[in-house]
């Protein structure tokens, strides 16, 4: 065999076939000590081949006895052109490191405060008066919403309402369910921030979907009106088992209720269905939920709140060196948290709701972790998001000519307003930390798609997400803390 270059090709020579003893010249004995000494020179037929050409074309290189040759044309295995890519020792090397560190400092905060997790602190932090449910109440309410447009889509399919008349009721609908809950959370004092969280959270999901609701009925009509004959119900359902559905006949409470607590924000007439439960899959995607709940806030509680307590001092102080080092203690719970959040939330909660519902499109997110660019990590991490912004924003702008890039900071700028909207309103302070970090990335896109590529770029976006976050929590923290409680005079 050829020499194809690398020490992958010299691998490949040292495994050839050994001599049978009928067609060789030579006693095993000293096919071995051949073998020992020459290695890939020696051909399957025992005798000693005419040098073939190096990777450079350097055919007459080391000419003469095979024992005298030990070198030949090769790169380093660290280098690019060598073609080596088996680090498995070096990630398993790095992982033994990174959990002897975090074990390390998961040590050291035990000696320092002692085991600080309480589970019925967290029940706390949704109830204040265990009379009062002001955020379950809120959620109940939002069937409201879900009624009304349904009941504007029932009129328009039938005729009794006007295109324009249907619009200004689904966006009066739709500005209700942000504003609504908002009022509620800034003015009744019983509510907690956590408990007003998830009441925006499931507020946010209930507005995008429904917006998602009235696009797609709006262009079955829009279909059916240039071809009566042609069905709204034409997309794969992805399982042939069942027969599809056409406009108007998806306008049900069933069908509605299912894509409400469907995994997915964008509506359709047909979802593509899993053939049975898998009771398996749905146990173990169980434990994780509650497992890596409890994780979570042990990880809180015992990492993250003492850390944080401790920089409310530097930051009154204006003491840079502290702030920065408080930043980076701060980083790597604040990381590993997200990390587990994103397993939790993303693989084992939507898979548990999508496995009790039978809903087949299983891509909730893709290989972030790959990203070379700020855009490719957002488009990646949050496939339901990603597909709502991209159906219902983006290309509706660039079809009425707007410019690429335009349209994508318009959807940078939608994701900031909410997550500002769900950070500001529950802490009942606006201080823009959230928009502005979301907006921040606009340009901070552009810089690593311009000059950084490959690993430097998949390197500058986990930085982005390493160090951006926790600086954006210490900001919000310590506003708070201002706001609410007494400053703290002591520092672990």
Known sequence: ???RGGAGGSRRRRTGSRPSGQGGGRPAAEEDVLDAVAGSDV???????APAPDRDGDAGVGRGLPQLRCHRLQDSLFSSNSGFSNYRGILNWCVVMLILSNARLFLENLIKYGILVDPIQVVSMFLKDPYSWPAPCLVIVANVFIVAAFQVEKCLAVGTLTEQVGLLLHVANLVTIL???AAVALLDKSITPVGSLVALLVYCILFLKLFSYRDVNLWCRQD???AKTAS?????SGDSSQGTVSYPDNLTY???YYFIFAPTLCYELNFPRSPRIRKRFLLRRLFELLFLTQLQVALIQQWMVPTIENSMKPFRDMDYSRIIERLLKLAVPNHLIWLIFFYWFFHSGLNVVAELMRFGDREFYRDWWNSESVTHFWKNWNIPVHKWCLRHFYKPLVRRGINRWLATTGVFLISAFFHEYMVSIPL????LWAFTAMMVQVPLAWTVGRFLHGNYGNAAGWVTLIIGQPMAVLMYVHDYYVLNYEPSTTEA
């Open 1 to 3: 065999m050829g020499d």
């Open 179 to 181: 504003s609504f809950p």
């Open 232 to 236: 709204a119900g034409k997309k794969d």
């Open 428 to 431: 009942r302070m606006f201080r």
């Open 224 to 226: 059916t009106a240039k």
């Open 43 to 49: 051909g399957a037929s025992g005798d000693v081949p």
């Open 254 to 256: 069933c069908d509605l």
